[in-house]
């Protein structure tokens, strides 16, 4: 069985929730350790994400039929590298229609793609809603929910159940104005500032080592998930052989 490639797709129902800041720090611990990656960015008006990496991440407009083709063609491409998605709620909706009709899963499957959203959750009750429609939509998609304290103060758990208990919420600590005056400065990188520690750790540190700590924890738990899904194809394969 060929190795896995995943394929992030960070998504938000609503604005201002640090959507394109949690693909950010994803992309960073990709980069930091090594993975071959690509990224797009859906948000042709305002194309945040393609800015802070402009030579690894694409924008792309598929509010038409062509774009849509072009991005779902891309990623079935480069099935060899890590592929991040920022998707934002102007074309949540669409994104998710599009994935659902032209049946990805299956084809993203036969190439050894696993697609992950981590939705970033909230409390409007509509939000909860969705979740739970896309999950009954795209059965075949591993769900991660994401709780940023800084736009919500509290979700209920069983409204964004992950789509394993292995998959634990992952958690976006609040940031204070003396992080959040960092990691806003032009050109600041994640992983950089991780690994200078001229004065001993800091704050930003801290924070920034927690989120990569999850992302970690996340990577784990889906290489077992793919080690048991092996295995158990192998089993499968054997008896087959001897029946």
């Known amino acids: 069985m ?14 201002r929730v640090g959507k394109t800041l949690l693909t950010r720090l994803l992309i960073e611990f990709l980069r930091f350790n090594g993975r071959p990656l690509v990224g797009y960015d859906l948000d042709p008006r305002e194309p945040s994400l393609a800015g802070c990496f402009p030579s690894l991440v694409w924008p792309i407009d598929i509010a038409d039929t062509r774009g849509q083709m072009a991005l779902f063609d891309r990623i079935l491409a480069d099935q060899w590298r890590t592929t991040v998605i920022d998707l934002g709620q102007g074309l949540f909706d669409q994104f998710f229609k599009v994935m659902a009709e032209i049946g990805f899963e299956d084809e993203a499957r036969r190439r050894s793609i696993q697609p992950i959203i981590l939705f970033i959750t909230d409390s409007a009750p509509f939000t909860a809603q969705t979740y739970a429609g896309l999950r009954g939509r795209l059965e075949q998609t591993i769900f991660v929910p994401v709780h940023n304290e800084a736009a919500s103060f509290m979700i209920i758990g069983q409204d964004f159940p992950p ?51 999850e992302f970690r924890e996340l990577e784990l738990q889906l290489l077992l998930g793919e080690l048991e899904s092996s295995l158990r194809g192998g089993g499968k394969a054997q008896m087959q052989q001897t029946g």
Do not use: C, N
Not at 2 to 15: C, D, E
Not at 164 to 188: H, Q
Not at 191 to 201: A, I, R, V
């Open 2 to 15: 060929p190795q896995q490639s995943q394929l992030y797709i960070v998504a938000a129902r609503h604005p």
């Open 163 to 213: 789509s394993s208990p292995k998959y634990e919420i992952i958690r976006m600590p609040r940031l204070s104005p003396i992080v959040r005056g960092v990691i806003d400065r032009p050109g600041f990188s994640f992983s950089t500032y991780k690994g200078t520690q001229p004065g001993g750790p800091t704050e930003v540190h801290s924070w920034i080592g927690k989120i990569f700590a």
